[in-house]
C-alpha cells in the first residue's frame, strides 16, 4: 500500500509541525506549481491507498487553514480537479501545529464526534453523503488490506 505525505509538500517551510508552531507557514507554495505539482503527478500516476496532508498552512493556497482542515485543498483540488477516490489521512493530530486548536474537536473523544457527526448528517443530507463516501473510502481500504 503506497501512501503520497505531506500533502503539498514541507519543502517551503523551516519549522517542523511535530514540535513546533514556528516556521510552518509557506508562503510559496502554490496549487499548478513545481512542488505541489510533483504530489500531484504522484496522486495520478500511482493512484495511492492514502494521501496524508500536511500540517504547514499554505498562504497562496488557503491562508486560514493547514492543509488537514483545507477544503480547498482536499476538497476542491485532490477531490474535484484530481479525481482521487482514495483515503485522504490526517498527520498526528497531536502535532504541536495544532496545538492552537480546541483538543476536543480533534482526539480521544471519539463519541462526541460520532454522535456530532450522526446528528448533522440526520438534519443535512450533502454532510451524510460526503461523510458515506469517507467512510466507504475507509472501508474499502481495510478490506483490500485484509484488515475487515
Given at each position: 500500500?503506497?501512501a503520497?505525505?505531506?500533502?503539498?509538500?514541507?519543502?517551503?517551510?523551516?519549522?517542523?509541525?511535530?514540535f513546533?508552531?514556528e516556521?510552518i507557514?509557506?508562503?510559496?507554495?502554490?496549487?499548478?506549481?513545481?512542488?505541489?505539482?510533483?504530489?500531484?503527478?504522484?496522486?495520478?500516476?500511482?493512484?495511492?491507498?492514502?494521501?496524508?496532508?500536511?500540517?504547514?498552512t499554505?498562504q497562496?493556497?488557503?491562508?486560514?487553514n493547514?492543509?488537514?482542515?483545507?477544503?480547498?485543498i482536499?476538497?476542491?483540488?485532490?477531490?474535484?480537479?484530481?479525481?482521487?477516490t482514495?483515503?485522504?489521512?490526517?498527520?498526528?493530530?497531536?502535532?504541536?501545529?495544532l496545538s492552537?486548536?480546541?483538543v476536543?474537536?480533534?482526539?480521544?473523544?471519539?463519541?462526541?464526534?460520532?454522535?456530532?457527526?450522526?446528528?448533522?448528517?440526520?438534519?443535512?443530507?450533502?454532510?451524510?453523503s460526503?461523510?458515506?463516501?469517507?467512510?466507504?473510502?475507509?472501508?474499502?481500504?481495510?478490506?483490500?488490506?485484509?484488515?475487515?
Amino acid at each position: 500500500m503506497q501512501a503520497v505525505k505531506h500533502y503539498p509538500g514541507l519543502g517551503a517551510v523551516s519549522g517542523n509541525t511535530d514540535f513546533t508552531t514556528e516556521g510552518i507557514l509557506d508562503t510559496t507554495t502554490t496549487l499548478g506549481g513545481a512542488e505541489a505539482g510533483a504530489f500531484d503527478q504522484a496522486i495520478t500516476k500511482t493512484d495511492p491507498a492514502m494521501v496524508m496532508m500536511s500540517l504547514a498552512t499554505y498562504q497562496s493556497i488557503d491562508p486560514n487553514n493547514p492543509a488537514v482542515f483545507s477544503s480547498t485543498i482536499i476538497d476542491g483540488h485532490i477531490r474535484n480537479a484530481l479525481k482521487y477516490t482514495g483515503v485522504v489521512i490526517s498527520d498526528s493530530m497531536s502535532a504541536e501545529a495544532l496545538s492552537s486548536y480546541d483538543v476536543s474537536q480533534l482526539t480521544d473523544y471519539v463519541k462526541p464526534i460520532v454522535d456530532g457527526l450522526n446528528e448533522r448528517a440526520k438534519s443535512d443530507p450533502a454532510f451524510a453523503s460526503k461523510v458515506t463516501a469517507a467512510a466507504t473510502r475507509v472501508m474499502a481500504l481495510k478490506i483490500k488490506m485484509g484488515l475487515a
